[in-house]
């Protein structure tokens, strides 16, 4: 697509995608040419509408994607030199990349607590540092901490997102994948969320790529962004750019001018611009 | 390129919600059903007729019964076979004891019998789910075969429990000559018993599944396969958007088993000329819920697929193994051989399309459709 | 704790003044435990006919059980639910839709092997009265399934959904998948429409959009709509009543910008900012 | 293929595999290994050469049907006769081979009353039907117990298969229990019989019966004997029938079948010539349809007996349509005027494999006699413990009577007129 | 109620329990499957079959058997360790290693190893060479591609080749050694080939593909074995004993036990194991456990070889009561009800479900059913009291809960 892409790929970005095409059900082309990388130790999202492939994206890259009848048709997906489609999802783990998938997908019969140490199924360093780090993340959620023998199935949506997020943490990855994290959360824990995704980037070197829809936050959290359309990257750049961006701030920050708009007084009207056309 | 939608609009919803919205399905499913009637009859052939044709459409006819209640209703159920029997002993004796009546009317009445028999069996539908329910019908299954094995009656007192087709006419005694309804002797066809053409079974067959199959087509693109379609997808979120779960289910049970009731009727009447209860055991139930899942869970074509893959495909590699295995194999080696293909290819199938047959012609139309566009 | 009167409606940025006079649900003491875990704790509130209601809360505060009490799907230990001054705590879910209760739930819950057309006809059900004979023979239940088409046809073309009319909801994208799940709802023709965070996971056009819909639902058919959103913009801008759970027990219960403001709602849920 | 081979064709609706896959691979292999002989060492049957085409029925009545349906128009006049080998799919193929004037020999299971050649022209349940093995098998309780007058008042249980083949022989016990006055009570095991605790413990324990009458199939068999030997009741007084009496049924019971005695209308064993023959000509050619240790078996010689059978009625037939391939009408003529005697049993090299038998249009079972044996858990081997004791005709002809007439009236079928029991055929 | 009386109820009801117990014994297998990954194994009763064939015809098969497959697994094990040889040689190790294991040992392994099973399956004569071909390649092939590595494929042939050369005495130890790494085999055959790329499937697409695993299994086992009834003496008296007048056999006692061990194992492993969790995840949520890094393939291959085993020792059980044959495999059908009504998820429940089927069906069938309805009740009593049973717990009575929540 555009240069800064293209030479990317060899200056040592952590996870590089090549402009992959993504086909589910053998008919339904989802991707449509999609390029980005993650430099180590960075915070990439992706930004972009309801079904622009995001979910899509993330679930190409943790090769999520075979489990659906999905599949990477086009292109290449690096990881450290190495080819994800060579992998399975649990080699990646492994090797460090963890996702956090829409929609929760906690282990209903299993209790919270449960749910969080098979998030540490891969680890193996030992007992102690695992149990260290189910308190990290009690303490990030003391809600689930009240709920730790409650079975998953039954506790509320924003619960299971936590044990989802948390689940997550528990396998101390080096990549994590997050696919809209702070859905369903209570605002402060919003706030939360994004604190500890800064926090284990600053003192673990965590790499993230994250998929919000949350944009104002998910822009001030992160170092880089990509926009995607339809299943194709419409912009990318830093950022602070993108957050100055008029286009960016109209559609998704929803500031035009100074002044945020009340809900109540929105009209309705499709406003969506066709970025391609 | 010549299998497209493009330039058929709809102008009503009412051309839209046809059973088959594209021309080139209507003229083609006229056309298959026209072959259907004419050809086989023409060509006399009784092999094709009786034990390949006859036994799809029976078992076809079975299958979609177990479809509407599993493949819409979502209700797994292991007791088709029972339901079947119903039908069967119903109608048997239905013909023995009450010879007036036109054949297509017992079956009817037999396929209510086993309705009835299927609400009852259905009712724990309500508290128990997925494979526990699935488990739970057997007890239908066997309970109803013991009571058939074991109650004379059913079976006229025939000592080894077999209950044989007498002979039949179409329209019943009435309509002999001298009748009430003598008026009908003429077309008033023998369409069982010894001496019954099998032209004129076949077509008796063949009416009845074109007829329940269009009307459980009706049945499934309106109201009530909607309501079992949610009960199946999801039964909590039905029940809250206001569709009564038990009632659902339980209509879902009669549905299913009038089908299965008068797939067995037309076992013991068209097809094969008497059955005793092995007819209807555990393997013929479990190989009707084989039939639906091969064929497509929820689709009406799907069942008669899935039949046709069930059915056919044993007796298909028994004479690719004559023709070619002979001498060179034992009996054995290629029975075993069989066995293994034929569980080969289920597992195949299910590897490149786990929703069935019927998914997979959906596909190769779509792509038809697309053609020569590759997505 | 009591930190609003709920004769006192005020609106909030607008320059409508919403005046409502009668209450068309009233919730009265209701408990709910599972095992150790209380759920609801006395809470009550009362829903005035014609307004939008907001529940509000951290997360795991009870406000899907309040809903599920409503909806007949839980069943509460104690206290009593009202409806239009009838008392219907012990009516079952199906009774309840029946009564004109439509929801949308948290974690979607639609039908997934079904296109979004027959999702939304599912709505249809509680409307029909064809039975399954006249069905199986096609013709007699001709009119009524037009009849319910083209109610649909009007649902879909207001939510702004033709372009997926056939497609399988299972593989709709998420936001579209809750609009295919309001629009379900609202085929019901529901008196009260039960909205379980119908706006997360959306992103802020779609977000505009989704409220849009709700305001102009609750505008032109007078229907009340019960919210649950985590989006504290959303709920300020079109709530007209807004009750605040926490660990089951209500917190508060009042116009929006009382809510707002109340020392206890920001200590539990809002923060400080 | 050369215009002067003829050949006579033979459906062969085999199981080889399934629960009863031991039944159906030892009789189709005994029989084709005799149909083979034919071919080896005699170049056919009077020239015309036999050729057989296995289909695959698993012992499933439908598949049986289709199979039926599939070859019965093959070969140059179709096929000669079928043999179903199961009492279900006999019943499946009765009216169709009727219509189709295809012979069906059930022989020694199948419908009873199809030994009524009136009503039933083309079922021939060869040798003993189940009625009359039935009544052989009172004599020959009656005689361990010193006369069939001591019968009063003993008490017999019959243990049988809840099917069409396990239900079969309920009237004629019944009826025999009402004339020697000896009590019976029928004992049910439902298929495939795996399980027989309660059954056995009712038995040995509360019914405490004299004899057991075994009449299982397949996995039943052994089943029967291990649980009567944990409830204690003698092997020696349970008597099977014989789809309960082979080496595949006794074998797995171990010493638990020990003493346990079977009926049968041919012995076990591979000493006769034309046995012998069979091994050195057929196997030896390997050409062989089973594993030689089988050579021999209960099932195996079933088969042998049911090659004779076939083989000498097709020469019966030749006889007087000439050397010719045989159509179905002509086989039954075969059938129906054929007349095994002990010289030509002795002439084939079966000396005692089988006892004569003679067939008639009416009669179309032939009412030979049955032989009992006991199983020798130690050698292995099954030994006779009687002579050829004959059936009561006297019981069974005015049953099959009865119920072939109610079969008949049911279906509005005239008898074949001009004949009368034992009267020689048009 | 006289003395009599009650020790005949009590003689029944002890029977009753026994047999029960060995309905668990098939349950177990079903139970573990399910549990493990929510399948529901239609193909157990197979598995019990070919287990307890393997086993029978190995302590049956002539002195030329042992030897084609011993020296085949010296043979397989000299290439296997070439292989490995050239991999460490070479000095761009991962590579070599990619390379030898995706052409040098794989691509050649598998066409010979189906010419060579079809061949087998084929020519009748000389069986017990066949046979053994069969068993030392299918051992080997799985084991290459479960394992990756031929190191391990070499140390278990040689393995192989010693047992086969082993003298007679230790005939049946060496047959069930045998017999379990078959059965491994086959399990790891049945990961790659039927689940691997059913991953993430309906339950019931999944149950159906176990019906096409069942036949193919049926095929293998009666035509790599054969079709004959076989007799199976494991050494244990089926001898009954009195105690106050109620007759118990020892052998019923035996399988009691084995039981009893299998099950404790299991319900500790699940419980109380990292393993055990992780499977029960995996029956949760097939993409959740691959998404934290649950290696599903080696996940299903642990549990279907546990499932290989427990039927291996169901089948050994079952088969020295009644004899090796195929019926056995229709044993699956008697556990149905003992996991309905113990609960799809519980390995005691199989046990308990077990004691209460086969009292139930045993108690009825001489009470009620002989004296009043003319017997053959067992069949359905069981099912009918699992359909009773479930109304008031859907869930049988130790599985568990069946989560509905919106
Ligand atoms: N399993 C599937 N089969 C077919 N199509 C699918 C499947 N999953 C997703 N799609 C399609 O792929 C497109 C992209 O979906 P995706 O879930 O990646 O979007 P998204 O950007 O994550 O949206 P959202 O913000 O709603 O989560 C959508 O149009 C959707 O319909
Ligand atoms: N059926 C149930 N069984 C057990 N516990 C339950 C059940 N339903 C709800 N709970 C518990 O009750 C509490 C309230 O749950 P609820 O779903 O109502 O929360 P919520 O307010 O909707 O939270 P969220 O904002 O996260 O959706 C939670 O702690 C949950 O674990
Ligand atoms: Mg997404
Ligand atoms: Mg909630």
Redesign the pocket.
Known sequence: MNEKQQDASTNGALISVNNIEVI??RV?L?LKGVSLEVPEKGIVTLL??????????LKAISNLLRA???EVTKGSIIYRGERVDAMTPSELVVRGVTQVM?GRHCFEHLTVEENLLTGAYTRRDGRAAIQADLELVYEYFPRLKERRTGVAGYISGGEQQMTAVGRALMAKPTVILL??PSMGLAPTLVEEIFEIIKKLNENEKVTILL?E?NTNMALRYSQYGYI?EN?RVVMDGDSSDLLQNEDVKEFYLGVSGDKRKSFRNVKHYRRRKRWLT | MFYREVGQYKSSYRADQAIFPITNDRIGVMLILIVAFVVPPLSGNQYIMGPILTQLLVFGLAALGLNLLTGYAGQVSLGSGGFMAVGAFGCYNLVLRLPEIPIFIDFILAGLMAAAVGILFGIPSLRIKGFYLAVATLASQFFLLWIFDHVGWFTNYDPAGVASAPTTTLFGSLAEEGGVLGFLAPINVLVSGPNATPEAKYILTLSVVVVLALLAKNLVRGMTGRAWMAIRDFDIAAEIIGIRPLRTKLLAFAISSFYCGVAGALYVFTYVGNADTEAFDLIRSFTILFMIIIGGLGSIMGSFLGAAFIVLLPPFLNILASHFGEGTLSGATLANLELIIFGGSIVFILAVEPQGIARMWQIAKEKLRQWPFPY | MDTATTTDVQTYETERVREFTNFILEVEGIFVSFGGVKALQDVSFTVYEGEIFSIIGPNGAGKTSMLNVISGFYKANAGRITYQGNDRTKASPEQVARMGFARTFQNIALFKGMSTLDNIMTGRIVRVKNNFLKEAFYFPAQPQEDAQREYVEQIIDFLEIQSIRK?PV???????QKRVELGRALAMEPKILLLDEPMA?MNLEEKEDMARFVLDVNDEFGTTVVLIEHDMGVVMDISDHVVVLDHGERIAHGVPDDVRTNKDVIRAYLGEH | QAQDTKEQFFPALVYRTGPYAAGGSGFWGGMEDYMALMNLRDGGVNGVMLKWEECETAYNSDRGVECYERLKNQGERGATVVHPLSTGITYRLIERATTDKIPLISMGYGRTDASNGKIFPWVFPLITNYWSQNTAKIKYIGMQEGGMENLKGKKIANLHHDSSYGKETRPVLEKQAEMYGFEIRHYPVAHPGLDQKAAWLDISRRYKPDWVILRGWGVMNPTALKEAARTGFSADRIVGVWWSGAEEDVIPAGKAADGYVAAGFHPSGSDFPLIQEILDIVHGAGKGNISPQRVGTIYYNRGIVAGIVTVEAMRTAQAKFGNIVLSGEEMRWGLENLSISAERIAELGADGLMAPLSISCADHEGGGPVKFSRWDAASKQWVEVTDWIPTDKSIVNSMIMDSSMAYASEKGIDPRSGMSMGSDCG | MTLVDFLFFVEVLVGGFLTGIMYALVAIGLVLIFKASSIFNFAQGALVLFGALTFVLLTEVAGDFWAWTGWLAVGLAAAAGIIFLLGRMNLDTTKAKKFSEKYVLKLPLYITAVLLVVLALFVDGGQNMWRGVFVTLLIFLMLTTAVKSPKWAMGVLLGLAVVSFLGDGVVTYRALAVSLVIVIGLAIAIERIVLRPMVNQEPIILFMATIGLNYVIEGIAQGVWDADVHALDIGIEDIPFEVYGVYVSQFDLFAGLIAAILVTALAIFFQKTRVGRALRAVADDHQAALSVGIPLKNIWVVVWAAAGIVALVAGLMWGSKLGVQFSISLLAFKALPVIIIGGFTSIPGAIVGGLIVGATEKLFEVFVGIPFFGGGTENWTPYMLGMFFLMFRPQGLFGEKIIERV
Do not use: C, S
Request: net charge negative; proline share 3%.
């Open positions: 589910y059900d339904i989802v972009g509408a309801n079904g622009a492939g995001k979910t899509t994206t659906e009848r999905g829409e696919d809209e998929a829809q995607l299943g | 497609t299972g593989k709709l994208p998420y936001g579209l996971g």
